[in-house]
């Protein structure tokens, strides 16, 4: 559909848990493979909703395993990969890539704070040249309200001049448009992918080339119509009522409690109440977060 090496609708993959807390590949797969049914181009797993940060290596690398053996196909995965040791995110890239998952999703290092740009190019260069794999495609991952370490434009020019071919796209999850459309202008082939799904509609419009968003575990349709609509004039009214919704479900389930509340939303979608559990620190969403959810109109809610 365009020139972008990664587009359209990604879904932020949450990632459920069994009573001890362990990764529930079972209910991942079964979730990985709905979304991909009901208009995900793309499973974006590992990332923030994912939770990746609160997994050991080991684990996450189960649940890689766990959606190829679920029946994704590995060209539709882009795991989250990136930790602030980059030893092991080489060791996290390496092992998606021996699947045949060749696009992957990565922070910077985000513990040390205020790092140079060099610092960010020398840590990015290290990670590409210890994988060693030509194969190897890198989504930068933006999201400094998290992770208190922005990815500068500079260091995405120097990165893509010294890596050709390698750094494919950015997920800007900062919620700065203006930030966006900059990239979208100074990047021609770069990959900008909105991390708010409100974000995509708009973004689209000034040539940006998709999403990875929260949202789209809940209502992954209601994106594609948007991402697959919005340039015909025919389908304008479809395409305004799906941005609607688009924005009411990301008004009811953002907040600090996002994570929690996109879980809580998919144990009512689903009917399977183990979706309500998260690791700590995060604290599952209560009683009365849930019958809000519930109440709202805007899901398919088994009762």
Request: net charge negative; glycine share 10%; charged share 20%.
């Amino acid at each position: 559909m365009n020139e972008f090496a990664v587009s359209g609708v990604n879904c932020a993959v949450a990632t459920a848990l069994d009573a001890d807390l362990a990764p529930d590949l079972a209910s991942f797969g079964a979730h990985c493979r709905d979304l991909l049914a009901n208009g995900c181009d793309g499973l974006a797993i590992l990332g923030t909703t994912g939770e990746a940060n609160s997994f050991t290596v080991a684990e996450r690398k189960s649940i890689l395993e766990g959606a190829l053996a679920a029946g994704v196909p590995a060209e539709r995965l882009l795991p989250g990969t990136g930790v602030a040791a980059y030893p092991d995110t080489i060791e996290l890239t390496r092992h998606a890539l021996s699947l045949g998952v060749e696009r992957v999703v990565m922070l910077p290092p985000f513990y040390y704070k205020a790092p140079s740009d060099q610092g960010l190019i020398d840590s990015y260069s290290r990670i590409v040249e210890g994988v060693g794999d030509a194969r190897l495609k890198v989504i930068l991952y933006h999201i400094p309200q998290t992770s208190a370490v922005p990815i500068p434009h500079d260091v995405i020019e120097a990165l893509r001049q010294k890596f050709p071919g390698t750094f494919i796209g950015i997920k800007d999850s900062s919620g700065d448009f203006d930030n966006m459309a900059a990239m979208v202008k100074r990047f021609p082939g770069l990959a900008v992918l909105a991390g708010a799904d409100p974000l995509l509609l708009p973004l689209l419009k000034l040539g940006g080339a998709g999403c990875i968003t929260a949202a789209a575990n809940l209502i992954p349709g209601e994106l594609a119509k948007v991402y697959t609509g919005y340039a015909d004039d025919d389908r304008q009214a479809e395409v305004d009522a799906a941005q609607a919704r688009i924005v009411a479900v990301r008004a009811l389930t953002t907040g600090p409690q996002q994570i929690a509340n996109i879980k809580a939303a998919l144990a009512l979608v689903t009917g399977n109440a183990g979706w309500r559990r998260v690791r700590p620190p995060l604290v599952a969403a209560d009683d009365v977060m849930t019958a809000r959810i519930a109440g709202s109109g805007l899901l398919a809610v088994q009762q």
